[in-house]
């Protein structure tokens, strides 16, 4: 067995032709701003990424470059700012505490990202509109939403049959608890039906499915990493260091779907002789997830 390579960007490729058209439709450009507070390093990197893939949209992007002492100042200015559509924050833009108080300051009619309590209580609810009436779509986080896409291509989305949820019988070990990725993608895989074993260095819980309920349920677990990584048909990692043991291809099931999404490498080489398919990266969707969010956050946001 050879695994099947998957590009981001080529995934990527029909999300950004339907932000295009979105663009189109709303018959204005878009404008989005970031805030970064790094001169180098992977948000750097990201905030370069977004700006262009923003750009080849349609949406005009800036990125502002506040000190950590003025971020909160520069968010308030933004949200105040009637020609600003969305905005992104890219981290760190000080440090761990104070970043998660300043994702609740971005209005969440703006936030891009999805990464607001707003929005995040409709995910942990399992609450996929945000009006009763199912006309609303709520704003998923742009990183995990865009993994989940990865893995539909890879096949993931289409296992179980007609009738049972989307992602029934599947078994995932998410090897990150963040609350930027690694915790709502377990969220989001959870929903969809599938069992989630979720590490980190606080040892690991598991997602249980929102099978026969509303939404998923979280409780504690003795699996280790061995365990883990042997049931699992998908294996998804973000460990942001070098030091991390890299995953083999003796832990892992025959035919497993893996995805990376560090910017470290946490994969040998060996996983490719043993897994389905590899994702080697995410970073494409991501913008690509984001910058469909800030249309539909325009759309909601557009006068009737």
């Keep these: ?76 200015e933004a949200n105040a700012d009637p020609s600003v559509d969305g905005i992104f924050l890219y981290y760190p833009l000080t440090d761990p505490v104070e970043d998660r108080w300043l994702r609740e300051l971005v209005d969440p009619r703006k936030d891009v990202e999805g990464m607001h309590s707003f929005w995040s209580r409709l995910l942990y609810e399992n609450r996929r509109y945000v009006d009763d009436e199912g006309k609303l779509r709520a704003i998923l986080p742009c990183t995990p939403l865009g993994i989940v896409k990865l893995l539909d291509e890879a096949g993931l989305g289409v296992r179980g049959t007609s009738g049972r949820a989307r992602l029934d019988g599947v078994v995932a070990c998410v090897i990150n608890r963040s609350e930027i990725v690694g915790r709502p993608l377990s969220a989001m895989l959870a929903n969809d039906g599938a069992t989630v074993i979720s590490l980190d260095l606080a040892g690991a819980v598991v997602f249980e499915p929102a099978i026969g309920r509303r939404a998923h349920v979280v409780r504690d677990t003795d699996h280790d990493r061995a365990q883990a990584l042997r049931d699992a048909d998908v294996v998804i990692t973000g460990v942001p260091s070098r030091d991390f043991p890299l995953v083999t291809a003796e832990e ?53």
Excluded: H
């Excluded at 050879?2 to 979105?22: C, H, K």
């Excluded at 994969?267 to 995410?282: G, N």
């Design 1 to 76: 067995m050879s695994a099947r390579l998957i590009d981001a960007s080529a995934v990527a490729d029909p999300f950004r032709a339907e932000t295009r058209e979105g663009v189109a439709r709303l018959g204005r450009r878009l404008r989005v701003v970031g805030l970064l507070t790094q001169s180098e390093g992977p948000a750097n990197t990201y905030a370069a990424y977004a700006r262009r893939g923003a750009e080849d949209a349609g949406i005009a992007m800036e990125v502002w470059k506040p000190s950590p002492g003025e971020v909160a100042a520069a968010i308030r």
């Design 252 to 304: 892992i099931k025959p035919g497993a779907i893996c995805l990376n999404f560090s910017e470290f490498r946490n994969f040998d080489d060996s996983v490719l002789e043993v897994a389905s398919a590899f994702i080697p990266r995410v970073g494409p969707m991501t913008v690509a997830m984001a910058t469909r969010n800030l249309v539909r956050l325009a759309a909601l946001r557009a006068p009737d």
